[in-house]
């Protein structure tokens, strides 16, 4: 048990690693290059933006193929590839000359990134922890926000003082250089893969030690038995749009704090602020989930959505904008903790590789079609104030979705989804 315990603490550390390393550098320092590669090759801003759509797009398009390779091949060997295709990938943007080329890099990147980071370290973490499994992944995402902190003042030393190209490829090695050998160490997608037992808490399997010995049941639905049910399309659609009020506000709160008077120190605060918060929130948002359950975790991010969106929409206050930063920090994980965890209280153990690439294909859509959204209604308008509350109204109705979903199913579907 001593020994089985010890793997899943690995497991845990493997997920912060990939998202410290790849998720961190493809999805949040990536657009650190903007200014210096636009520069450089005298290209427009917009075109090279494309390629974070492409990218966005490609994940999409990769995620139910990488699934069903999960299924067929050994994990390591999947996620290995992906790993390289990452690391190579973001080494090779340093010989591209025109947009063409940055966008069939970004589409391997993206096809890539489907399978080493948030669907993948969801994955793994369900499967090995029975008890807990709230807590690992609040750990295990945590990795994003430690990788920012970390790599956005080394990766601005590096552009500054060794240019772009050079850049591009140190952040290729050190995906390659930390990600790779622990995937072949770590990434096995079960624990029987290992000849060892998923977690579980010591206390319980004291109480209990005859239900220690034994496996815990794989319970929930199939897919195809729910692919064709309403209830499934519209908690997707209920995932998306959640997805698109997180996205569409996340990339243009600079700007707009920037439209409503407030300096670049400040923003930086606000920022900082909610760097900090957001890697406090997603251990508390774990402690939640395995404590109260789904629906508590649910209420926590979705209070504190609603809060925030009315700290910003009056945040020419600093210390409404100080606020803000806060409690954004507890409702936007929900894109990366809060839906994976929420999909294997919906749907259970059985089909959940298969279940969660399809919400987070619907995650995925939600979050890049958001910034788009944003900026067009700014265009349109002059303003972000109106799609701000646009989004408010989205979201609470995407919250009332979610949890009226949850009732629905615990009453018509789970006793039977459910029982060993």
């Known amino acids: 048990?001593?020994?089985?315990?010890?793997?899943?603490?690995?497991?845990?550390?493997?997920?912060?690693?990939?998202?410290?390393?790849?998720?961190?550098?493809?999805?949040?320092?990536?657009?650190?290059?903007?200014?210096?590669?636009?520069?450089?090759?005298?290209?427009?801003?917009?075109?090279f933006s494309l390629l974070f759509t492409i990218a966005g797009v490609a994940v999409a398009f990769a995620l139910p193929v990488v699934t069903k390779l999960l299924k067929k091949y050994p994990t390591r060997l999947v996620v290995g590839v992906c790993v390289l295709m990452v690391a190579g990938g973001f080494a090779s943007y340093s010989l591209a000359r025109t947009s063409w080329h940055f966008y069939i890099i970004a589409a391997i990147v993206g096809v890539g990134t489907a399978g080493c980071t948030q669907m993948v370290a969801s994955l793994l973490i369900n499967n090995w922890f029975e008890d807990r499994r709230g807590l690992a992944l609040?750990?295990?995402?945590?990795?994003?926000?430690?990788?920012?902190?970390?790599?956005?003042?080394?990766?601005?030393?590096m552009l500054a003082d060794y240019g772009w190209q050079f850049s591009y490829v140190a952040l290729g090695a050190l995906i390659g250089l930390f990600c790779l050998p622990l995937t072949f160490l770590f990434a096995y997608q079960k624990p029987a893969d290992r000849n060892a037992e998923p977690y579980r808490d010591k206390k319980a399997t004291a109480d209990q030690p005859e239900k220690a010995a034994e496996p815990k049941a794989i319970t929930g639905p199939l897919?195809?038995?729910?692919?064709?049910?309403?209830?499934?399309?519209?908690?997707?659609?209920?995932?998306?749009i959640w997805s698109i009020t997180i996205g569409g506000v996340h990339t243009h709160i600079a700007a707009y704090l920037t439209d409503i008077g407030h300096s670049a120190g400040f923003i930086a605060f606000v920022y900082s602020t909610q760097a900090v918060c957001i890697i406090a929130s997603k251990i508390l948002l774990g402690m939640i989930f395995d404590a109260k359950g789904s629906k508590a975790g649910i209420l926590f991010m979705g209070i504190s959505f609603i809060l925030a969106m009315i700290c910003l929409i009056l945040s020419r206050e600093p210390m409404l904008a100080v606020l803000f930063a806060v409690v954004y920090s507890c409702g936007s994980i929900f894109t990366s903790v809060g839906y994976p965890y929420v999909t294997s209280s919906f749907f259970g153990q059985r089909d959940y590789a298969e279940i969660l690439s399809m919400v987070t294909i619907a995650y995925t859509i939600g979050a890049s079609s958001g910034p788009f959204i944003s900026g067009l209604m700014f265009d349109l308008t002059g303003s972000y104030q109106l799609i701000w509350r646009i989004y408010l109204v989205l979201f609470i109705l995407a919250l009332a979705t979610v949890l009226i979903l949850k009732r629905y199913l615990e009453k018509r579907y789970q006793k039977v989804w459910f029982e060993v």
Not at 138 to 155: D, E, H, Q, R, Y
Request: with cysteine; proline share 2%.
């Open 138 to 157: 609040g750990i295990a995402f945590t990795g994003s926000g430690f990788g920012t902190a970390v790599l956005s003042p080394l990766l601005t030393r």
């Open 1 to 47: 048990m001593k020994k089985q315990n010890y793997y899943c603490y690995g497991i845990v550390v493997y997920c912060f690693v990939l998202m410290f390393f790849i998720f961190t550098i493809v999805k949040s320092l990536h657009s650190m290059f903007l200014v210096p590669v636009t520069e450089s090759l005298g290209m427009e801003r917009s075109a």
């Open 223 to 240: 897919v195809k038995d729910i692919r064709g049910k309403a209830f499934f399309w519209i908690f997707l659609l209920a995932i998306c």
